[in-house]
């Protein structure tokens, strides 16, 4: 019986690495792959990291450590901020954080949707805040995460690049259900655990 408590208490304290976003479709996934290996011409392999195809998402909030036994209310909260209609996106554009110029991390946007993208994730910080979880002190910036650079010698030839790739359009998805997402850290890259797929509502409420 001691060990069964002592065994309890241990899965009571644990904590996992989370947060909550949307996947990319696999046709999309697909064209950013595509994109990515044409900017990878233009600097060595280890001056990006770039995102693995099966990691493409869309983050509609980071939630940081969450305690195991909190994610039941977790998942709740997700459940409760799906109560908007489906709706579609149009992934396009290609920029960088901080500037084009000095990129850090290399992005798509999002045309279509955005403002339903932009209402999710309000709902989303609502949701969670009355749970702990700390609203994000920046403006939501939808975007699909390319790769995050790691030499800045080549940021002058990214930025060329980027700025030659225009205005690429990888094309248009549903937006029908978002998930609450484990992320775990290793030296390989992160490996990411869907903890529940959360579907929103396919006709108006009223």
Same mark, same amino acid.
Request: charged share 20%; aromatic share 6%.
């Given at each position: 019986?001691?060990?069964?408590?002592?065994?309890?208490? $241990?899965?009571?304290?644990?904590?996992?690495?989370?947060?909550?976003?949307?996947?990319?479709?696999?046709?999309? $996934?697909?064209?950013?792959?595509?994109?990515?290996?044409?900017?990878?011409?233009?600097?060595?392999?280890?001056?990006?990291?770039?995102v693995e195809r099966q990691n493409l998402h869309f983050t509609l909030k980071f939630l940081g450590e969450v305690k195991m036994e909190a994610v039941p209310a977790l998942e709740q909260a997700c459940r409760r901020a799906a109560s908007m209609?489906?709706?579609?996106?149009?992934?396009?554009?290609?920029?960088?954080?901080?500037?084009?110029?000095?990129?850090?991390?290399?992005?798509?946007?999002?045309?279509?949707?955005?403002?339903?993208?932009?209402?999710?994730?309000?709902?989303?910080?609502?949701?969670?805040?009355?749970?702990?979880?700390?609203?994000?002190?920046?403006?939501?910036?939808?975007?699909?995460?390319?790769?995050?650079?790691?030499?800045?010698?080549?940021?002058?030839?990214?930025?060329?690049?980027?700025?030659?790739?225009?205005?690429?359009?990888?094309?248009?998805?549903?937006?029908?259900?978002?998930?609450?997402?484990?992320?775990?850290?290793?030296?390989?890259?992160?490996?990411?655990?869907?903890?529940?797929?959360?579907?929103?509502?396919?006709?108006?409420?009223?």
């Amino acid at each position: 019986m001691q060990t069964k408590l002592k065994s309890a208490a $241990r899965a009571h304290s644990l904590k996992i690495r989370a947060f909550v976003g949307i996947w990319l479709s696999e046709p999309l $996934r697909e064209r950013a792959e595509a994109l990515q290996q044409n900017l990878m011409q233009h600097c060595p392999a280890q001056a990006v990291k770039w995102v693995e195809r099966q990691n493409l998402h869309f983050t509609l909030k980071f939630l940081g450590e969450v305690k195991m036994e909190a994610v039941p209310a977790l998942e709740q909260a997700c459940r409760r901020a799906a109560s908007m209609t489906a709706f579609n996106i149009t992934v396009a554009g290609l920029g960088a954080f901080p500037s084009l110029w000095r990129p850090e991390t290399i992005w798509v946007g999002i045309e279509e949707g955005k403002e339903q993208l932009a209402a999710l994730a309000a709902r989303l910080e609502e949701e969670v805040a009355e749970h702990g979880f700390a609203k994000s002190a920046r403006p939501f910036s939808p975007h699909l995460t390319l790769g995050r650079v790691r030499d800045g010698r080549y940021s002058k030839d990214l930025g060329l690049a980027l700025q030659k790739a225009g205005n690429p359009i990888l094309g248009c998805q549903p937006v029908s259900s978002f998930t609450l997402i484990e992320s775990r850290l290793t030296p390989q890259g992160p490996i990411y655990t869907p903890l529940a797929d959360i579907s929103l509502c396919t006709v108006p409420l009223l």
